[in-house]
């Protein structure tokens, strides 16, 4: 049973924009405390993108994508969302969708507070 899957990627040009979705087991969100998206590109480690707390909607941003991202979640669908515009080729990357159970919400950008992952989804962003 695929307790994280991602969707949603796929390619577009510089200024664009795309929407990722993640959905979650019912079981896997309701255990969550937070959800978020990192990132990887080739060569370079995981990096936070985007986070959520479940039950507040406290949100938190790499600096990178602060002001062009917007993640948000829809508890009725076990789903969450990551809104990407004024897309740059900086951007390109493989996006995993991640849920924790025990986030701490200063370190909610960190990949070691998350148990559960997607297996990703490509965004290629051509200049």
């Known amino acids: 049973q695929v307790q994280v899957a991602e969707s949603g990627g796929g390619s577009v040009q510089a200024g664009g924009s795309l929407r990722l979705s993640c959905e979650v087991s019912?079981?896997?969100?309701?255990?969550?405390?937070?959800m978020a998206w990192f990132r990887q590109a080739p060569g370079k480690e995981r990096e936070g993108v985007a986070a959520i707390s479940i039950v507040r909607s406290i949100t938190s941003y790499g600096d990178s994508v602060k002001g062009r991202f917007t993640i948000s979640q829809d508890s009725a669908r076990n789903t969450m969302y990551l809104q990407m515009n004024s897309l740059k080729p900086d951007d390109t990357a493989i996006y995993y969708c991640?849920?924790?159970?025990?986030?701490?919400?200063?370190?909610?950008?960190?990949?070691?507070?998350?148990?559960?992952w997607g297996q990703g989804t490509q965004v290629t962003v051509s200049s």
């Open positions: 019912r079981d896997t969100y309701d255990r969550s405390n937070f």
């Open positions: 991640a849920a924790g159970e025990t986030v701490r919400t200063n370190r909610a950008l960190q990949t070691d507070q998350y148990n559960s």
